[in-house]
């Protein structure tokens, strides 16, 4: 049963760097059949696909051109998890983030949710 | 970039009756080189992560009861609930796969007549 553990604090002030991890069991971030995104939940915005990252014989990244703050997902493949860094965090990103495991070769469905991590933006 | 619109926002159904739920992306997710619709539906309860319900706009995932089926194709779905049970109490999304960025619908908030 593959499950996902998420990492990381839960207030960040503004202008710095959110950084979440999320631990894999069950799977491995290197199979060639997963890809690994972070989702983030507002009232405000919904459900917002941040990213992805994923291994097909190479690393790729594919990211939300939309998200005003920087985005960088990077595997860990010797802890096998993933991780989110949002750089020069405004209000605008708080939210409840989610790591989630999409299944498919192609385009991926999401089928494992991470609990969720509630990040608050504030001084 | 794909727009999922969902409607209604918000449904009451009574026990036992039908719930349906309508899904639209603005463009095509059906991809014609293996004739299958990058559709995926979501069940969310309060405090809790969604839940995948339905991928390829019609196959249920694992353990899901079969009172939830998907159907459509191209730009126009449909998720129904064939006779609403108490535990469907929650807020339901569509989500386009077919390319990124991956979009979701804004939600329809289903409750209990």
């Known amino acids: 049963q593959v499950q996902l553990q998420q990492s990381g604090p839960g207030l960040v002030k503004p202008s710095q760097t959110l950084s979440l991890t999320c631990a894999i069991s069950?799977?491995?971030?290197?199979?060639?059949?997963?890809?690994w995104n972070w989702i983030r939940q507002s009232p405000t915005r919904g459900l917002e696909w941040l990213g992805r990252t994923y291994f097909r014989s190479k690393w790729y990244n594919d990211y939300a051109l939309s998200v005003k703050s920087p985005i960088t997902i990077n595997p860990d493949t010797s802890k096998n998890q993933f991780s989110l860094r949002l750089d020069s965090v405004t209000p605008e990103d708080t939210a409840v983030y989610y790591c989630v495991r999409g299944l498919g070769t192609g385009g991926s469905y999401m089928d494992v949710w991470g609990k969720g991590t509630t990040v608050t933006v504030s001084s | 970039d794909i727009v999922m619109t969902q409607s209604p926002d918000s449904l009451a159904v009574s026990l036992g009756e039908r719930a349906t739920i309508n899904c639209k992306s603005s463009?095509?997710?059906?991809?014609?080189?293996?004739?299958?619709?990058?559709l995926a539906w979501y069940q969310q309860k309060p405090g809790q992560p969604p839940k995948l319900l339905i991928y390829?706009?019609?196959t249920r995932e694992s353990g899901v009861p079969d009172r939830f089926s998907g159907s459509g194709s191209g730009t126009d779905f449909t998720l129904t609930i064939s006779s609403l049970q108490a535990e469907d109490v929650a807020v339901y999304y569509c989500?386009?796969?077919?390319?990124?960025?991956?979009?979701f619908g804004q939600g329809t908030r289903l409750e209990i007549k």
């Open positions: 069950g799977d491995s971030v290197s199979s060639s059949s997963s890809t």
């Open positions: 390829w706009a019609s």
């Open positions: 463009q095509s997710v059906l991809y014609i080189s293996d004739n299958k619709n990058y």
């Open positions: 989500q386009q796969y077919y390319i990124t960025p991956l979009a």
